[in-house]
């Protein structure tokens, strides 16, 4: 069986977890420190907050960004459902905006075709690792005067017009679930360039604490906590900050090779007359955190069918990427909401295996396949 994704781990992960826990301190302290100084010097972020995930790492961005009950909030409903559930949490609304078939990131057109005098933010996804055009949307922002957040939960090692994803903007958030490019088991990161949400985030994922855990621990006087607005625990392990760091070390390399494998599927399928692939354009570069293929409606079998006859050779594939609109937790109040496109790319697209160590041999079984069904 080829697996569509499979974490990168080795024995140094383990090792550093292991010394870790064996360091006796377990939850966010010093290793927690270093990962974020580490995250900060790969991705050129002023600052960095570690988290327990993405999740978490978005609501944090949403309340850093100010953005309250009853605002509206733009974001693609072509997403993982955490984007659009973040905007809840803080009680405010999401307005779910096109995505651009050939990348399925944020169309611009149609998010500023949805401002509103109720509006205060916009989230951009980077869609499987392809960057969205964050320049388009600073812009977009700016004359609006609304917050950008990037949700860049699958973005890590992805980079934009020559400059790491985290560089850009003052809110970016990261994933490190397994199923993404490095791993912590859960994790997430908030990258930003500006030190008062920093601060303020630092204070809500440990309980809007005043004093932390490792300042009263080390400190030679006594020194009593207090609890300046309710926070959140969204605390990451030290042991998690451990794996990462390794993890983060491996990083470019990791990105090289499943760009090689990324490049050899649209290398051998472009020829393939009823799907489309992946634009990587000018100044956009993709960790391929998945590869997509789309069905265009001349393909001899319909997607379900397609992914069946993958699994019956061997191969795992997912469908494409949802959309949160049409999920039962959203339906009901968005059923008047119809996003074409959106819902197109979802219903006929496939994600197919890219995971590293990933054989040649099954990269050319993959690819082998897809043409025998295709062609
Ligand atoms: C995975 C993912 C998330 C959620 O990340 P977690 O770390 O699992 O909370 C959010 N947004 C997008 C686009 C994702 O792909």
């Given amino acids: 069986m080829i697996p569509i994704a499979k974490p990168y781990l080795t024995e140094e992960e383990a090792q550093s977890a292991y010394d870790t826990i064996l360091s006796g301190w377990v939850t966010q302290g010093p290793k927690v420190e270093e990962f974020e100084k580490k995250f900060c010097e790969y991705t050129g972020a002023k600052y960095a907050a570690a988290v327990s995930n993405c999740t978490t790492a978005l609501h944090l961005a949403v309340i850093a960004a100010g953005i309250k009950s009853g605002d509206e909030v733009i974001c693609p409903s072509m997403s993982y459902i955490a984007t659009a559930n973040c905007i809840r949490y803080a009680g405010a609304i999401p307005v779910f905006a096109e995505v651009n078939p050939s990348t399925y990131n944020i169309d611009v057109k149609h998010a500023e075709s949805l401002i509103t005098g109720r509006t205060k933010a916009i989230i951009i996804v980077h869609q499987i690792g392809m960057p969205a055009d964050i320049d388009a949307f600073q812009k977009l922002c700016s004359k609006y005067n609304l917050k950008l957040i990037e949700d860049a939960a699958c973005a890590i090692g992805s980079s934009y017009k020559g400059k790491k994803i985290g560089f850009?903007?003052?809110?970016?958030?990261?994933?490190?679930?397994?199923?993404?490019?490095?791993?912590?088991?859960?994790?997430?990161?908030?990258?930003?360039?500006?030190?008062?949400?920093?601060?303020?985030?630092?204070?809500?994922?440990?309980?809007?604490?005043?004093?932390?855990?490792?300042?009263?621990?080390?400190?030679?006087?006594?020194?009593?906590?207090?609890?300046?607005?309710?926070?959140?625990?969204?605390?990451?392990?030290?042991?998690?900050?451990?794996?990462?760091?390794?993890?983060?070390?491996?990083?470019?390399?990791?990105?090289?090779?499943?760009?090689?494998?990324?490049?050899?599927?649209?290398?051998?399928?472009?020829?393939?007359?009823?799907?489309?692939?992946?634009?990587?354009?000018?100044?956009?570069?993709?960790?391929?955190?998945?590869?997509?293929?789309?069905?265009?409606?001349?393909?001899?079998?319909?997607?379900?069918?397609?992914?069946?006859?993958?699994?019956?050779?061997?191969?795992?594939?997912?469908?494409?990427?949802?959309?949160?609109?049409?999920?039962?937790?959203?339906?009901?109040?968005?059923?008047?909401?119809?996003?074409?496109?959106?819902?197109?790319?979802?219903?006929?697209?496939?994600?197919?295996?890219?995971?590293?160590?990933?054989?040649?041999?099954?990269?050319?079984?993959?690819?082998?396949?897809?043409?025998?069904?295709?062609?």
Wanted: aromatic share 8%.
């Fill in 168 to 375: 850009h903007s003052e809110l970016v958030c990261f994933s490190f679930h397994p199923r993404k490019v490095i791993t912590t088991g859960e994790g997430g990161m908030i990258a930003t360039s500006n030190e008062e949400y920093l601060k303020r985030i630092k204070l809500l994922r440990q309980h809007g604490m005043s004093v932390n855990d490792r300042l009263r621990h080390e400190s030679s006087k006594i020194l009593f906590e207090d609890h300046l607005e309710i926070g959140y625990n969204y605390r990451m392990t030290d042991f998690q900050a451990a794996i990462g760091i390794r993890q983060l070390e491996k990083l470019d390399w990791i990105v090289e090779e499943r760009r090689k494998i990324a490049l050899r599927y649209i290398e051998e399928l472009k020829e393939i007359e009823c799907i489309r692939l992946p634009v990587e354009e000018e100044g956009y570069f993709s960790n391929y955190q998945s590869f997509s293929i789309y069905l265009k409606e001349n393909s001899p079998v319909s997607r379900n069918e397609l992914m069946q006859k993958l699994l019956d050779s061997g191969i795992a594939s997912k469908r494409g990427i949802m959309t949160a609109h049409r999920e039962t937790a959203y339906k009901n109040e968005y059923s008047s909401v119809k996003l074409p496109v959106s819902e197109n790319a979802a219903d006929n697209s496939i994600l197919i295996p890219v995971y590293i160590p990933m054989k040649d041999d099954d990269v050319n079984t993959v690819i082998s396949k897809l043409k025998e069904i295709l062609n």
